[in-house]
């Protein structure tokens, strides 16, 4: 399957709130789902919202292995997930460096839940339901923002903490998530 372009801020598909997906395991949605694996791989990304390659429905796709990228943070399962909600289980927030595809080269801290009540649906239909914390909650509220036309600059509180990675982390090897 091809790599996609990334969508980059800016684009207005990226304001939009995405649409539904009303079927599962359809030839159309595979195909959406392993171009995002590929380009999600192909960029070193730990995650991925079907918008940021142009698609405008409610899709993300994310995982973190063992990875020299995020060598502090604890592994994510990988997942694909659709149609997405989420509830913060109390709140409790706490500050971290984000960066991402569609706004590459830069980094910012933002604010987000610690602990989350996730559910959706995988590419079959199958019911996904998960109570998480730390780096994965902040994934998943990253990934789904991006469903609601929320790019991760827009939650920064303080912009004095928003900038080129390589001038903020001049000895560090980080790429976008």
């Known amino acids: 399957m091809p790599i996609r372009p990334v969508l980059r801020m800016g684009d207005p598909l990226l304001l939009q709130k995405a649409a539904p997906v009303t079927a599962f ?7 959406l ?6 380009t999600m791989a192909h960029m070193n990304g730990a995650g991925i919202a079907a918008p940021q390659i142009g ?3 409610r899709v993300v796709i994310f995982g973190v292995g063992i990875n020299p990228r995020y060598p502090d943070a604890e592994q994510v399962p990988y997942t694909v997930l659709i149609n997405p909600t989420l509830q913060p289980v ?6 971290g460096w984000e960066g991402c595809l569609s706004v590459p080269g830069m980094r910012g801290i933002v604010p987000r839940y610690v602990r989350l009540h996730y559910t959706g649906f995988d ?4 019911p ?3 109570l998480v914390s730390g780096f994965h909650a902040r994934v998943v509220q990253h990934e789904c923002d991006h469903l609601d036309g929320i790019l991760y600059p827009m939650r920064i ?3 004095a903490n928003f900038g080129f990675q390589d001038v903020l982390f001049p000895n560090a090897d980080l790429a976008d998530d």
């Open 25 to 31: 395991d359809t030839p159309e949605l595979h195909a």
């Open 33 to 38: 789902i392993k171009d995002m694996e590929d």
């Open 55 to 57: 698609v405008s429905l």
């Open 90 to 95: 109390n709140d409790d927030q706490e500050d």
């Open 123 to 126: 590419q079959y239909g199958n």
């Open 128 to 130: 996904i339901d998960r």
């Open 157 to 159: 509180r303080d912009l």
